[in-house]
């Protein structure tokens, strides 16, 4: 007889042969990661269910189960919820300086609140978001409870995924055992923690714009923008053309954007540091380039949480850059 809190019959329904095996529904994905989070879980089922979920490609219903089950076990959002979840969870090895804080920034200044949260890993060194929070002018809530306070004062903060909820990190962590990401990396994507109502999220592989728009719907997310970001970030590059799924008032949609500019560079440049991000803010750096990421990114989120019309973004972005105050908050 299965034991009432045992994964074997998740794993059963999705392991089983061709023809016999079916996908999770988001009631069972839900129960699934309930039990995943609990500490005395089986780490052999936790396994087994991740990579066949990883093997067989994960799907809607179950991306929303896993990521509201998470959810759930958070510690309680008491504040008015952020304007703009921002999750930051890239793990490319070409990425470069994380420009996208600055962008961030700027639409905290226009008056939005702003919630980041995350963890990244197999990057190099000039890529590390933690590294180059304070250089960006981002401060870190070591605690999700923290957080509501540095928004009231500052408009943004960030929050570590292990201090916002430890269990799902040592998940998300299993990849280093098992050699493969698992559904876990989407899944802390999709998790808008403090309910915020609109949503940014980078991706890496274009397959996952569709998937995570349509687990979205499924979750009751609003205002949402997805892009094949920077390594995986909801970074735009300004010398590619974007495809950009989202959703407006639940409505989903899909919309192309031209590049920016004719000039082309690899974000992974070698000859930046994370001071250059302070240094652009402050205008001691001038770096064209640099600042179309920041202000085109900027753009697509500003429009994400309806705090500049459809199109008009870029102009707001660029009003924004020019009366940025340079100080960065305390």
């Known amino acids: 007889m299965t034991e009432p809190h045992s994964l ?10 061709p023809g016999r095996g079916r996908p999770l529904t988001l009631d069972e994905a839900h129960q699934a990661m309930t039990l995943m989070l609990r500490e005395d ?31 759930d076990t958070l510690a309680e959002w008491t504040s008015p919820a952020p304007g ?4 930051s969870y890239a793990a490319g090895r070409t990425r470069g300086l994380p420009w996208f804080l600055l962008s961030a920034r700027l639409v905290a200044q226009s008056g939005v609140p702003v919630l980041l949260h995350g963890w ?26 923290a957080a509501p306070g540095l928004l009231r004062t500052g408009g943004i903060a960030y929050v570590a995924l292990e201090d916002l909820s430890p269990r799902a990190h040592a998940l998300l962590r299993l990849r280093d055992r098992l050699g493969l990401r698992s559904i876990l990396n989407t899944v802390v994507r999709m998790l808008n923690p403090a309910g915020a109502g609109a949503v940014v999220q980078g991706v890496f592989h274009p397959g996952y714009r569709n998937l995570q728009q349509e687990a979205a719907t ?9 892009i094949k970001g920077g390594g995986g970030e909801f970074e735009r590059h ?62 697509l989120a500003l429009e994400t949480c309806q705090r500049a019309a459809p199109g008009a973004g870029l102009a707001m972005a660029q009003d924004l850059w020019a009366a940025r105050c340079a100080t960065p908050p305390t």
């Open 8 to 17: 074997a019959p998740f794993v059963r329904i999705v392991g089983r042969g």
């Open 41 to 71: 879980a089986d780490p052999e089922a936790v396994g087994a269910l991740l990579m066949v979920l990883r093997y067989r490609g994960e799907t809607p219903d179950e991306l929303a189960g896993l990521s509201l089950a998470l959810r």
């Open 84 to 87: 703009l979840d921002w999750p």
């Open 120 to 145: 990244n890993s197999h990057q190099a060194g000039i890529a590390d978001v933690r590294t180059a929070l304070a250089e960006a002018g981002v401060p870190r809530a070591r605690t999700f409870e």
């Open 218 to 226: 499924r979750m009751g997310l609003r205002n949402l923008s997805i």
């Open 238 to 299: 300004p010398g590619k053309d974007i495809l950009l799924y989202g959703l407006r008032e639940t409505t989903a949609f899909t919309e192309s954007f031209a590049a920016l500019t004719p000039e082309h560079r690899k974000l992974g440049e070698t000859n930046r540091q994370p001071g250059d991000l302070g240094r652009l803010w402050s205008g001691a750096l001038h770096d064209p380039f640099a600042t179309e990421i920041v202000l085109g990114t900027a753009a």
